[in-house]
């Protein structure tokens, strides 16, 4: 089971830290990635990282902003959302992924949690 959490409002250039917390059974040798959804769009990928926080990659439009990073002892893994612009408004969802690849697809996760929403005004 994921639980997702720290979505909120902000004005922005403002910043938010997004928590996804896991059992131990859950998190351990997986991978794990946000993906998010905002209304009249389909889900898209936003951040993946490798089960040991060693690799990550990122879309192109969140790069340099968002930093995605994993804690093992607490079985979380973070999004921070830093200089956030009014269309990073979504509801924002981690996902875990078995394995690793540099292709991604929303249908590589196999457990996904059940999202947070951001929402960032202008």
Known sequence: QLQASGGGFTQAGGSLRLVCVASART???YGMGWFRQ???????????ISWNGGRAVYA????GRFTIARDGAKNTVYLQ???VKPEDTAVYYCARRPGWSMEISASDFDL?????LVTVSS
Not at 60 to 63: G, L, P, R, S
């Open 81 to 83: 959302m830093n200089s």
């Open 38 to 48: 905002s209304p009249q769009k389909e889900r898209e990928f936003v951040a993946q």
């Open 112 to 116: 996904w949690g059940q999202g947070t």
């Open 60 to 63: 192109d439009f969140v790069k």
């Open 27 to 29: 998190f351990g040798s």
